[in-house]
């Protein structure tokens, strides 16, 4: 059972009853650097002309996702980026063990515990606005009532080219702003709502 501490807001008892990492080791931080430079070669295709978003809460550098939706003849196509991380982690070397044994990034009230070195999560291979990154892509065609009809998933490079936040795509939304990227996002949500509703 997972017991809250609410003392002054120090989350440090948690940590320690968890035996949450504080930080990585030397070895891990060496070859996050090094992979910076030399990161694994692997055959991409070019989708750096996709105009990708990210949508995040304020602030946020781990920018682990991007998409473009886009209304079509026959429904919606949802082009869907995931950071490519493993471009960055060599097999078996002490960045793959490190991060098979944190398995994910915690998020707490005082601060995450990262599954990767920062240099690699918010740098190297953080789909940041105006970079080119390594990431996998999907490509989903859907109907007009947003059931998929076909998909296709590649290792890609891409760019985003906005970095937004949850409240800045709703308040444009709103508006009747919203930018050309997301803004087939809410008939495609009210399409899928309607689906699981049946």
């Keep these: 059972m997972i017991r809250t501490h609410s003392a002054g807001g120090d989350f440090g008892p948690l940590r320690a009853e968890f035996s949450l990492p504080e930080s990585f080791g030397p070895d891990v931080l060496a070859e996050a650097e090094a992979a910076v430079l030399d990161p694994l070669a692997e055959p991409r295709e070019d989708a750096t002309g996709l105009p990708f978003v990210t949508i995040d809460p304020p602030g946020s550098k781990d920018l ?32 793959d063990r490190e991060s ?17 070195p920062p240099v690699l999560s918010e740098g190297a291979a953080s789909l940041l606005p105006g970079e080119v990154r390594p990431a996998v892509l999907w490509t989903i065609e859907t109907d007009e009532a947003g059931e998929p009809t076909s998909t ?7 760019r985003s080219t906005e970095q937004f936040d949850y409240e800045t795509v709703q308040a444009a939304l709103d508006a009747g702003n919203p930018h050309p990227s997301v803004a087939a996002l809410p008939e495609l949500g009210r399409r899928r709502r309607e689906l699981a509703v049946r």
């Design 152 to 158: 296709r998933v590649r290792r890609a490079l891409v």
């Design 100 to 116: 098979r044994m944190r398995g994910q990034t915690l998020y707490l009230p005082d601060g995450n515990v990262p599954l990767h």
């Design 64 to 95: 682990d996702q991007a998409m473009v939706v886009e209304k079509t003849a026959h429904g919606f196509r949802v082009h869907y980026a995931i950071a490519d991380l493993a471009a960055f982690v060599p097999p078996g070397g002490a960045l």
